[in-house]
């Protein structure tokens, strides 16, 4: 559901969909100046200034100074434009860089809150790049705030969001845990990233950080029985 008022009904993903090109002289007939590209844009903009309860096709339209039916020479439905946006914000995000193959240890002192890392944790550490990725999409949900609703209401498969979530799937390749020590931690990143959305412009920027690093202590004591989780797994 993207909005209350939203129907339940079954839909295909814009990003599994191939659409067919309209014929020549169709294409003739389509508004000059106007292209997927720039709707696109256009629509992260007024989701930006007016926020998705108030996002319509007609809104759009008028921002753009076309009709609303022109809309649709470059998209089925309003949610395949969502879906559009969505993933043009997520292309903002600043990836990091893929770590080194060897896995690294977890620094035993988390770096302090305002900074991106301490030590051992530096650029080449994964504990210090996993936390660049997280808070990059923290600021990146408090920039967009529609996009954590988007993010729940859509399957969130384009290319950018595909990206980010390989990026992901590195670092924790870095960690040297196990396969499906490795799965656990990914949902678990996952998890804390989207569902701190509703939260991100109220929860303060200290209790962020000092909420990633008990997650990171977590994932980094699940190789070897030390740290959260190995002392879990004692007295299991």
């Known amino acids: 559901m993207v909005t209350a008022a939203d129907p339940e009904e079954t839909r295909t993903s814009v990003w599994l969909t ?69 993933d043009r914000a997520l292309g903002e995000l600043a990836l990091p860089a893929a770590p080194d193959p060897k896995p690294e240890a977890l620094s035993e002192s988390p770096p302090e809150a305002g900074s991106e890392a301490g030590p051992g944790t530096g ?18 949900l408090v920039a967009h705030p529609w996009v954590a609703s988007l993010t729940a209401a859509y399957p969130n498969i384009g290319p950018h969001a595909r990206a980010f979530d390989a990026t992901l799937q590195r670092l924790l390749d870095a960690t040297g845990l196990a396969e499906a020590r490795r799965t656990g931690a990914h949902l678990a990143v996952s998890y804390f990233l989207h569902g701190c959305g509703g939260a991100a412009r109220r929860l303060p920027e200290r209790d962020f950080r000092l909420a990633l690093d008990v997650l990171i202590a977590g994932i980094g004591g699940g190789g070897g029985g030390g740290g959260v989780a190995g002392s879990a797994a004692k007295t299991a």
């Open 18 to 86: 191939a659409r067919p090109a309209a014929p020549a002289r169709r294409r003739s007939e389509a508004p000059s100046g106007l292209d997927r590209e720039r709707i696109t844009a256009a629509t992260v903009r007024l989701l930006d200034a007016e926020g998705l309860g108030r996002f319509s096709m007609r809104r759009l339209a008028a921002e753009l100074g076309v009709t609303a039916m022109s809309l649709y020479w470059y998209v089925d439905t309003k949610h395949d434009l969502l879906e559009l946006a969505l």
């Open 123 to 140: 650029p080449a550490a994964w504990p210090g790049r996993l936390r660049v990725l997280a808070c990059g999409y923290r600021k990146l």
